[in-house]
Structure formats: C-alpha cells, structure tokens
C-alpha cells in the first residue's frame, strides 16, 4: 500500500460513510461510490454528528461517483454494501481491483468473504466486523451515536503486514481497530450475539429488551446460542464458554433495541437473512451439527422477509 | 338428560354466548357463569348480531350468575373458557356435577378433555370443535359474523345416544352440529390448521393473507402441517393426504384474517399456546415423532406470550 493509498468505499450507507468520512477528515484520498444520496453529497459534502466528535467534510474533501466504473483503481476497497446485494460485487469492484488492491468487508454475518474471493482471489480479500452503532439520518447526514471498534483479519487467516498498515490507518483516524488472530471465530463471535437476536427480532418483532425481559425469551436465546457455539466448534472456531451469558448481560444497558434485521423489516426493506442465518446454518450443517432452531428461524425470517417485501 | 335438560355454560365469552343465547332462545333452560360480564348481561340480558339471524334475549330469559356454587346441577356443562383458565376447571364445574351430567368441551387445542376426565371422570366428558367465527363485541354483545358448525364426539371415542341427543339439542337451536365418529381425528385435523396459522401468525406477527401470500410463507406452513400430519398419524388419528393443501386453498378467501392468537399477541392477553401448540407437541413427541418446527415455535411462542403479557 502506498504512502498516501487509494481508497475507495463500497456502499456508502452509515458505516461505510462513517468510516469512510472519518479517514478522509484526517487526510486520507477517499472515493465513495453512492447510489441515492449521490448528489446531495457532491453538493453538500458530509456532516457527521459522533460521540467522537462531530465533523463536516466539505463537497471538495472527497470524491464521490455514481458509476464504478469512473473510479480509480484502489489500494484499499471497503465494502460496506448490505449483504442483499452482494451479487453486485462484479460491477461494483471489479472496476477497482489491481494486482496489490486489499478488499475489505465489514458486511454483518458470513459468506461474504468467500464470494469476494471466488471473484477476485483470496490473497486479496481481509474481513472485519464494525461493533458500533451508527445511522444514516438524511442524505449525507449520518449520526454515530456509540462509540465501538473495528477488529479485522486476513480471509486467509493469521496475521500480516497489510492486516496492521490497514489497522493503523484506520486507529490514525479516530477508529479504534485491532487485527485478529482469528478472522474465523471473531465472525462466530459475533454471529452468536446477531443470530438470535437479529433473527428473533425480526421473526418475533421485539425490541432486545423484550427478548432478554423474560425467563423464557432468555432460554430461547441460550439455546439458539448454543447452536451457533456448536456449529462454531466444528468448523474450528470455538467461541469461549461464557459469552452466550455474557452477550445477554451485555444487551441488558441497551434498553429497547432494534437490530438492524427488526427495523428492515419494519421499514418493508430486504433483511439479510442468508449472511446472518442462512449461511451460518448451511455451514454448521456441513459440519454434522443439527441447529433445528436456527433452521427453523431461518425458514421464519424467509416467510416473513418474502411478506413484509 | 331429560326433557328439558339444565345446560350450564361455563366461560359465556363469545362461543359460549353464542351457543347459550342460542340455546335459550329456543326454549332451553339455560344458566350462564359470567365474569366481567354479569352485571351487564343481568341488567341487559343479550344482544346477538348474527348472519343466522338478529335476536335479543331479555333478562328473564335466561340465568345468570357470578359463581358457580350458586348454580343447580347441570345435565349438560358446556366449557367454553379460554385454555389458559383450565386450572380453574375444579373450582367453576366441580358444583354443577351430578351422576349422569355431561360435561362438553369446545375447547381450542389439546389437552382439555383429559384434564376434565381426570378431575370428573372420563365417563363424563365429550369433546367438540366450533368452526365458526364469533367475537364478544361488549358486555352481553355478541355478533356472529359467518356460517359455522359444530362438530362433537365421545371422549372414549365411538358415537353413542348421548352425543346424539346433544347434536339433537344443538340442531334443534339454528347451530349445524355432528357426532364425529373419532373426535380425536377431528381435532388433529383441525390443529393442522390452527398450529401453524395460530402458531406463527402470533409469533411472526402477520395475518393469514400475509402468511399465504408467498412461496416461502406456504412452504413453511406445509412443512409445519406435515409434522402435525406425522404426529397425528402416530396417534391413531391419521389425516387426509390433501388436508394441508386444502387448508391453504380454504383460507385464500378469508382475507386479511387474524387468528385468535395473532388477537391475543396484539391486545397483551394471554395466548392458548398449551393447548395449540405445547400438548400437540407433547403427544406427537411421545408417539416417536420428532417436530423440529413445532418444538422451535412453541419455544418463540412461549417468549413472545411473556414478552407481551
């Protein structure tokens, strides 16, 4: 990667504006690809409230584009996209890929990496979860209300240089963002919070609170958590013994959360039930374990995912 | 039962309105146990809408009271309480028994019957479904808005002059009722539809016409009922082939339908899950039949019930 690189952003909703708008704050070269809110950026720029500090970026700070294609080749791409639409990732970085370009997903749940991959070719793919909480409230307007963190890894596992020069750009810009042994179980990790509590927030329609506020609603997350910790420890990413406890007691100060899953389907959008439910559950699966809890949300989330559209 | 039988309607909400007032107003000497109710229907008597017809009955007509040690000897109970009051079931029948009462249940779901044999007396009970659709629309109203049956049978199974003279009596009274020759059969039929339109209409939060709507909703369904088909076949109680596909077509017509479940979620009461979905499930598990869906939506039932209660 270059001194000053080319980064280009990949769905430009909140995190990827968020992300994206933070590095070019300090300095970076930053190129977003937007689709709606394309020309109320290139006219008004960013304005971003944080609890790190709010900021605007003004129209010339960055560069934006409606089409891939009239974007420049990238040292770095972050792909920010829902997962929904990740059968566009052939028109959509295609355009941006060099021989030494670093493609970076911090998209939620599985399979994503995979299929940059298969695309593009492993050595170029890193995976990363965003843990944090920021919305898009207005064209170019995000609002990033939590502070959190970025943890990334090498598809190919194991640590690397670009896994740390990516790490450091990103911590240089007011992201707090560690590399991980283990991109793998880091996913499980998170996948065993977001399955249940995406998944049962959308099926059932209730607020985190109203999951956790009842002995029964607990149950049923332990033991859809015991699932994915299962599946986890066949594909040789076991997750420690006490965070299915430990994301429950953690979900406490949240108060009366929507996942990301409940509001898509309050607002009539596409969920992402294959990255968070159905790629988990075929990939547990092909390692001999039965999840018929998690298979029967997910055939859930299908029929009301099909509905709600 | 004699000429003019006593007929005492134990849970006088919708259905055990409708039948009673029915009833009394073709002469019977009918005695109903109200709760919120009393005062009104003392004071008003009632006030039946219906699509057989529009009658009132004034307060003379027919008894009421506000506790069942006050009530004579029945020679006909007929329990329409809610299932989840079926705890009470001691205390509100037990001083209406004598000799040679029966005591029939049109109950929802399973579970009802037993329960009344082992407090009374298996000799005593029948059981019978109510395929209509009739709501409590104040204290003492009731409109009862499409054409239904009522289908009846013997606890100890076969038919027997007794079932007959109640279907008689019923007849007789503007209500359509049969003696089922196996009303076990009948009421796994019918909990082939109410398991998964009841089931996930509640825990998914979506009318019939959402649920039937799309190709992934109707595969859910149908896979659901072929769980029920399995277990019911176990039983004894074997099914229709077709049934399940007969029961999507039967509900296109009826629209934006919300089941009694889907009610109860919406307006915080409390859901019959025992007796639609945990007692199916307890039986079909006991015969040998493993029923992945119904035992993950009986468990997201039981969270949703809490979590609204």
Redesign the interface.
Known sequence: MSAKPVICIIGAGAVGGYYGARLAQHGHDVHFLLRSDFDAVRRNGWKVKSCDGDFTLAPGESHVYDDARKMPKADLVLVTLKTTANDQFEPLIRPLVKEDTAILTLQNGLGSEERLATLFGKEHILGGMAFTCINRIGAGEIDHMAEGWVRIGEFGGGPSPRASRVAELFSASKIDCKVLDNLRRGRWEKLSWNIPFNG?GA????TTD??I?????V??LL?IMREVADAARALGAAIPEDLPRRHIDKTRPMGAYQTSMQIDRREGRAMEVEAILGEPLRQGMGAGILM??L???Y??A???????A
Request: net charge negative; hydrophobic share 55%.
């Open positions: 049962l099926v059932m329609d209730l109203r999951l506020g009842t002995e029964e609603g149950a049923l033991s018929p809890r298979a029967a949300l055939e859930m299908k029929a009301v995912n099909a509905a709600m």
